[in-house]
Nanobody, 115 residues
Framework: QVQLVESGGGLVQPGGSLRLSCVAS????????MSWYRQAPGKERDRVAR????????TYADAVKGRFTISRDNAKNTVYLQMNSLKPEDTAMYYC????????WGQGTQVTVSS
C-alpha cells in the first residue's frame, strides 16, 4: 500500500530555514504529481505546493511564493520542500500528499516558527 513518511520539521526562529522530506513507497512515484499541505490548529488543511511527475511544473500558494521551493528526486522516491524566510504564520503540521486511485497522506511533520 501507499506509504508517505515526512521528516525535517522542527522549531526555528523567524527568518530561518527548514527542508522537509517525504519518502514515498507502494506506487510508481515517478508517475504521480506530489503535493505538500499544511494545517494550523483550528484551520483547514491547505495546499502549499505541488510538483508534477516530471518535476517541470511547480505551483505554490500565494502565501509562500518566493520563499518555499518544492522539488523531487524520482530516483530516491522523495519530494522535498525547502522553506526559507520562515514566518510565525508558517507554523503548522505539514503533510505530504499523493492522489492515486485514492487520496493518500503521510503522518505529518510539525513546523514551529517562534523566537
Amino acid at each position: 500500500q501507499v506509504q508517505l513518511v515526512e521528516s525535517g520539521g522542527g522549531l526555528v526562529q523567524p527568518g530561518g530555514s527548514l527542508r522537509l522530506s517525504c519518502v514515498a513507497s507502494g506506487f510508481t512515484f515517478s508517475s504521480y504529481a506530489m503535493s505538500w499541505y499544511r494545517q494550523a490548529p483550528g484551520k483547514e488543511r491547505d495546499r502549499v505546493a505541488r510538483i508534477n511527475s516530471g518535476g517541470t511544473t511547480l505551483t505554490y500558494a500565494d502565501a509562500v511564493k518566493g520563499r518555499f521551493t518544492i522539488s523531487r528526486d524520482n530516483a530516491k522516491n522523495t519530494v522535498y520542500l525547502q522553506m526559507n524566510s520562515l514566518k510565525p504564520e508558517d507554523t503548522a503540521m505539514y503533510y505530504c500528499h499523493v492522489l492515486t486511485h485514492i487520496s493518500n497522506w503521510g503522518q505529518g511533520t510539525q513546523v514551529t516558527v517562534s523566537s
